[in-house]
């Protein structure tokens, strides 16, 4: 099966500033950062005290993010897909990319009482690609299909000239055994988390500069397919984006925050030239993943705004009976996104509230009025604005009309709780 991720790059290098397809990862390997904690707290109580998820639960929550097709990426441990993309082979007749964390740098070992994230960064790699591809040393060419041929590789620049040369050789290490067997990857860089001499003010560009400079010896056959970077605004993105147009240019989600800090970071994003996300704790935090996932979906494809989408997802939320973690008040507050592993650094205002009182924005009943026809039956909230396929015109729908149709999609999805 064609890959989405495939088409919407070759969308993207054919037209890169008319191409609107943007595409979206979900981020399930922190199991090589957070250890046992990684799978999230679970909903249940054990004795007055919660737990984490499991690891068996945290990958059924991966099926289920695959099945549901609307991710183009999924992105786990080298041992997790292992076992779902060569032993269960759940990505074989789906859209999605399976792709694999292919460095563990000292940056993201997050563990318990441990205090590794607030060191410079050194380069590491647990993984091999052998066992990304495969699932053992020594692959056959015949082999390397097995497994996943797309990998993330992390590296952070901390002004410090030794450990930044250690990192970048390691980096041309992994590329060019990477171009030998034909294995691709996308780059994260994160934000310096033991800078020296610089300033806050200073990251956006001392990052975009390293990217610029370490790429530019690179040739098209070893560059990234993407960039997975934290976003530090429009102007930091348009530079970066209008540099080189054909550097597709992604963001990292960073720690859980509210719902709209999600919503909102994937939607600027988009606005100033991001063409790709990749959110891990924002999904897996989530009261619901398949219904976040789908409004992220909904936002970056324009079908609704941030604040809409906050609003619905706690509809959604009610409507299966799901307790949120904050009231909706307090979910349609954008708060400090922190954009490493350890915590070191921010790129959106904090306490930004948006006002949650009714108007003519809110949710309205199907736009059909009652008259709906045996041809024509107005069941998808598009007020009868459906052309002879049945899908509405959205460049004709009020607002209302555009959250009933969505509302009426996300009935078919997860059923109605009249």
């Known amino acids: 099966m064609e890959k989405s991720l495939d088409r919407k790059l070759a969308a993207i290098h054919a037209d890169p500033s008319g191409s609107k397809d943007f595409i979206l990862a979900d981020a399930k390997d922190a199991d090589m950062?957070?250890?046992?904690?990684?799978?999230?707290?679970?909903?249940?109580?054990?004795?007055?005290?919660?737990?984490?998820?499991?690891?068996?639960?945290?990958?059924?929550q991966i099926r289920q993010v695959v099945q549901q097709g609307l991710v183009d990426i999924m992105l786990m441990s080298a041992s997790t897909s292992d076992q779902l993309t060569i032993r269960e082979r759940i990505f074989d007749g789906s859209h999605v990319t399976p792709a694999a964390r292919a460095n563990d740098a000292s940056d993201i070992f997050?563990?318990?009482?441990?205090?590794?994230?607030?060191?410079?960064?050194?380069?590491?790699?647990?993984?091999t690609l052998d066992h990304v591809?495969?699932?053992?040393?020594?692959?056959?060419?015949?082999e390397?299909?097995?497994?996943?041929n797309l990998g993330l590789y992390s590296v952070t620049f901390n002004n410090r000239l030794e450990e930044d040369l250690q990192t970048l050789q390691a980096y041309r290490d992994f590329r060019v055994e990477a171009e030998r067997i034909g294995f691709r990857h996308f780059l994260?860089?994160?934000?310096?988390?033991?800078?020296?001499?610089l300033a806050a003010d200073d990251i956006p560009r001392f990052v975009n500069d390293h990217i610029a400079r370490a790429l530019a010896g690179v040739a098209t056959a070893g560059r990234p397919v993407f960039l997975k970077i934290a976003y530090h605004g429009p102007q930091a993105m348009e530079e970066l984006v209008t540099y080189d147009p054909h550097l597709v240019v992604g963001i990292l989600g960073g720690s859980a925050g509210t719902t709209y800090d999600a919503f909102k970071?994937?939607?600027?994003?988009?606005?100033?030239?991001?063409?790709?996300?990749?959110?891990?704790?924002?999904?897996?935090?989530?009261?619901?993943?398949?219904?976040?996932?789908?409004?992220l979906r909904l936002i970056v494809d324009g079908d609704i705004s941030p604040e809409e989408a906050v609003r619905a997802y706690h509809g959604v939320l009610e409507r299966l009976s799901i307790r949120p973690?904050?009231?909706?008040e307090e979910d349609l507050?954008?708060?400090?996104?922190?954009m490493s592993y350890g915590g070191s650094s921010a790129s959106v205002p904090a306490n930004v509230p948006v006002s949650t009182q009714p108007g003519s924005d809110a949710p309205k009943s199907c736009g059909c009025g009652g008259k709906s026809t045996p041809e024509k039956k107005c069941h998808c909230g598009c007020g009868g604005k459906a052309d002879p396929a049945g899908a509405p015109d959205f460049a004709t729908l009020t607002t209302g009309e555009k959250l009933a149709y969505q509302q009426a999609r996300r009935d078919r999805t997860f059923g109605r709780f009249d």
Do not use: M, W
């Open 33 to 60: 950062a957070f250890g046992i904690s990684a799978p999230g707290k679970s909903p249940e109580n054990h004795a007055g005290q919660a737990r984490a998820r499991t690891l068996a639960e945290y990958r059924e």
């Open 110 to 127: 997050a563990l318990r009482g441990a205090g590794y994230v607030t060191q410079p960064a050194q380069p590491f790699r647990t993984a």
């Open 133 to 142: 591809q495969c699932g053992h040393l020594d692959c056959a060419e015949s």
């Open 144 to 148: 390397r299909g097995r497994g996943a």
């Open 188 to 197: 994260e860089v994160f934000d310096p988390n033991a800078p020296e001499g």
């Open 265 to 295: 970071l994937v939607s600027e994003a988009q606005k100033y030239g991001a063409r790709a996300a990749l959110f891990g704790r924002k999904i897996n935090h989530a009261e619901s993943q398949l219904a976040f996932v789908q409004f």
């Open 325 to 328: 973690h904050r009231s909706l």
């Open 333 to 338: 507050t954008l708060r400090t996104n922190v």
